[in-house]
């Protein structure tokens, strides 16, 4: 796959290390507006430098292009790509409303081309194990899930306008907690959320109730003192607890020498041996998903799973705004 890379801002510079990593990848060129960041960043490995997305991809032959760019350029710059006739590959979030999500799918699907969205805390190994753990019925049948998000100093940047970033907390880093929330629980069916201030959001409580009869609670908030971030999952099943604690939080955090996966079975507690780190998750999503399209499969997180996030994102924020429970119906626009 010869593969070009655009934006290579905090997550760019992770997925530029993920490529050149990746067997089946060929890093072919990279663009971004800062030109002298991307002639930095790519000296070593000689890849043309574009700070123009479109004259990259009409003067080079690209297979698939890495989107690693602010939220409200995840819908024009795919569409472009896929015109182009490349497989894309997006960050969370596949784009900011399910509309935008659709639009990108159905451009996909007349060009013959794939679209992967790195969720990458899908490939974090204690989510992964957990999810086998449920998935086996270790855990009996899971009534109740949690996940909580509790960052120590807010992101500034482009997130601080939501005119690029669609939203606050939620959309940003709060899709982790959404699209893990699924994988765990399954698809959910109504939605209620309350935030201080829906859209531009620094604080949000948002339930769920699973399509499954269970119940699930995200909680997140930007307040508290620098150096905190705390990230944990939860779920509560019959027969046991699984535990994790935060996938992010053991680099950007003081959240460190904690067991990251604990869990109660047959009344014992123990600690699970599959640790990770942030970093090696999002280069293992990305490896797994270029390598997908490369042998031609559908890559293992795609469209259904980006919209399926933005879906329930979306819904989140109609609930802050009018009070109301919000019934997922899934439908395509
Ligand atoms: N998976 C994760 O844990 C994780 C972590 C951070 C960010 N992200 C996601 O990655 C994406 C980027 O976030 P970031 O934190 O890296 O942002 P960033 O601001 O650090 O980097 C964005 C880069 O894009 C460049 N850029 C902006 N407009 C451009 C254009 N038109 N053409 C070319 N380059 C352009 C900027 O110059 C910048 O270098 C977002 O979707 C974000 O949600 C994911």
């Not at 890849?47 to 991809?57: E, F, K, T």
């Not at 507690?269 to 999503?285: I, K, L």
Request: proline residues 5%; negative net charge.
């Amino acid at each position: 796959m010869k593969v070009a890379l655009c934006g290579l801002g905090e997550i760019g510079h992770v997925h530029l290390d993920a490529i050149r990593d990746c067997a089946a990848a060929e890093l072919v060129a990279v663009s971004d507006l800062d030109e002298h960041l991307a002639e930095r960043a790519v000296a070593e490995d000689r890849a043309p430098v574009y700070d123009d997305i479109d004259q990259m991809l009409s003067e080079q032959e690209i297979d698939l292009l890495d989107i690693c760019l602010p939220h409200n350029l995840h819908l024009p710059v795919a569409l472009d790509a896929i015109g182009a006739g490349c497989h894309v590959l997006l960050e969370k979030p596949m784009a900011i409303d399910p509309a935008s999500c659709d639009r990108i799918t159905a451009a996909a699907r007349s060009k013959g081309v794939r679209v992967a969205v790195s969720h990458n805390q899908a490939f974090f190994r204690p989510h992964v194990r957990l999810h086998e753990m449920i998935e086996a019925g270790e855990l009996g049948e899971v009534h109740s899930l949690y996940a909580r998000l509790w960052i120590g100093g807010k992101y500034r940047g482009w997130r601080e306008d939501p005119d690029q970033s669609g939203g606050g907390l939620l959309i940003d880093a709060g899709v982790h907690r959404i699209y893990t929330m699924l994988m765990l629980g399954g698809p959910v069916s109504t939605v209620s959320a309350v935030m201080d201030s829906p859209r531009f959001e620094d604080s949000f409580v948002v339930t769920l109730g699973f399509a499954s009869g269970g119940t699930g609670v995200i909680q997140g908030a930007y307040h508290g003192p620098e150096g905190v971030f705390d990230d944990r999952i939860e779920v509560f099943g019959s027969k046991g607890v699984g535990q994790v604690t935060g996938c992010e939080a053991f680099f950007e955090g003081d959240l460190r020498d904690v067991p990251q996966l604990r869990y109660r079975l047959d009344g014992e507690w123990r600690d699970d041996p599959a640790t990770d780190t942030w970093d090696a998750s999002v280069a293992r999503s990305v490896d797994s998903l270029i390598t997908a399209i490369a042998a031609g499969d559908d890559p293992p997180v795609g469209p259904a799973e980006g919209r399926a996030a933005v879906e329930l994102i979306q819904a989140a924020y109609r609930s802050a705004e009018t009070g109301a429970v919000v019934t997922l119906t899934g439908e395509r626009s």
